[in-house]
């Protein structure tokens, strides 16, 4: 799994897909009041911050499936407890 772009705001027309105010407004009524998609895969999959409560936390939301026990109903896989727990994470790779 990679971390494919993460959202921003303001962007230019150009990048008007990845502006996270049509993000949250595209899926406000499929995810928690506190929670927020943040980037996405080179597929599309999101990743999800939610903020607080029982499930606060970052999940990777497996939308289409690549995974063979992904379903309709189950495709959210908890990655990390904390966002800063998740940004370590991270793996970067640089072109050589």
Do not use: R, W
Not at 14 to 33: A, F, G, M, R, T
Not at 65 to 74: C, I, L, Q
């Amino acid at each position: 799994m990679g971390l494919g772009e993460s959202f921003g705001y303001g962007l230019d027309d150009e990048y008007s897909c990845l502006e996270i105010l049509e993000v949250i407004n595209d899926y406000e009524n499929d995810i928690p009041s506190n929670s927020i998609f943040f980037a996405q895969d080179p597929g599309g999959n999101m990743f999800l911050l939610i903020c607080s409560g029982a499930d606060s936390g970052v999940y990777y939301c497996d939308s289409s499936h690549f995974y063979e026990k992904s379903t309709e109903k189950v495709n959210a896989y908890k990655l990390n407890d904390t966002f800063d727990g998740f940004l370590k994470m991270i793996v970067y790779e640089t072109e050589s």
